[in-house]
């Protein structure tokens, strides 16, 4: 019989830490009886918040130290090294857990978890990935700020990660459409760099379908889309720097008078199922692939339900062996 499947999770990082994470990962080992999950962070906080409502799947692992949100990732990297964000990438590393989630500095989990994992063979730089709310359900979209700057090949690595990835969403084809973004859809059109890769990804084993612009990451005509960390990132943030502006807009104008609000009430069953199908929080949990082990970066901001539901990536992805299939498909063993 296989070892049930066991997941460290970083309690202590983050905006909100153990106020969050504590009664997120109880809900996760609630939700699924059969993963066992590690949580790591200062004893204090740990018992104060588990209390006496530890569920039998929930184990204790202590570290002493917290890697801060505004902590430089090499000083964190170097002095830290009992911070509970290294010793849940220590558990993934060692073999005693299958993945890791936490909500820490991005940058510091970066890097110490490139230095502590390495890269797969064949695999020259991490990347973020997430999904994307599109007309289609979701896009898998990737770099979204590992790197500022990508070659043509680490381009068309990304969009093997990415595959591998979108393949196992729900109602994905069993080959991916992969896009890369660019300023427009015609040949002509990119950098040097775009141009490169758009030439490499039509050569690579990718069901690559050519250029995409950015209303496109929205649409139903690509699963995913590759780009560099500097433009992902900003995308990512302009799209949740517009979903805020549209929220807020909507709430002043059906508040905006008596007639209003009456239509408000009456729109109220398609406002909440709209806000349900758009909400981040269940697109939460960014994986950073092409480590030699599985890495969930969740929102520094998550509330509870976010931060499950990164928690939840990580499971998915564990049970898939992600890391291995990647390996794979680039002639390596994980």
Not at 204 to 230: L, W
């Amino acid at each position: 019989m296989s070892a049930p499947l066991h997941i460290a999770i970083d309690v202590m990082s983050g905006d909100r830490g153990p106020s969050v994470c504590v009664p997120a990962a109880v809900a996760v080992a609630r939700a699924f009886p059969d993963v066992r999950l590690s949580l790591v962070g200062r004893p204090a906080e740990l018992d104060e918040r588990l209390g006496g409502r530890r569920p039998g799947n929930v184990e204790c692992v202590f570290a002493a130290e917290v890697v801060e949100m505004t902590d430089h990732p090499r000083e964190a990297l170097r002095r830290k090294k009992d911070s509970s964000m290294r010793r849940s990438i220590d558990l993934v590393k060692n073999g005693e857990a299958h993945a890791c989630v936490s909500a820490g500095n991005t940058g510091a989990l970066m890097a110490t978890a490139h230095f502590a994992l390495k890269m797969l063979p064949g695999v020259e730089r991490p990347a973020i990935v997430s999904l994307i709310p599109s007309r289609g359900g979701h896009t898998c979209m990737l770099d979204l700020g590992a790197n500022a700057s990508c070659t043509p090949e680490q381009l068309g690595q990304f969009a093997v990660m990415g595959s591998v990835l979108a393949a196992d969403l729900p109602g994905a084809p069993a080959r991916p459409r992969v896009g890369l973004l660019n300023i427009g859809e015609e040949d002509i059109k990119g950098n040097e760099v775009v141009q490169a890769a758009h030439n490499l990804m039509a050569s690579i084993d990718v069901n690559y379908v050519g250029f995409v612009e950015g209303h496109d990451i929205f649409s139903d005509k690509v699963d995913v889309v590759v780009t560099d960390g500097f433009t992902g990132n900003v995308a990512l943030k302009t799209m949740e720097g517009a979903a805020r502006l549209i929220g807020e807009a909507m709430r002043e104008e059906f508040t905006r008078g008596f007639v209003r609000k009456l239509g408000a009430l009456a729109a109220a069953p398609s406002l909440r199922a709209l806000r349900t199908r758009m909400d981040p929080r269940r697109y939460n949990g960014a994986t950073m692939v092409g480590l030699n082990g599985i890495v969930v970066k969740s929102h520094g901001s998550a509330d509870q339900f976010g931060f499950q539901r990164a928690v939840e990536v990580a499971i998915l992805e564990a049970r898939n062996g992600v890391t291995a299939r990647i390996a794979q498909r680039f002639g390596a063993h994980a």
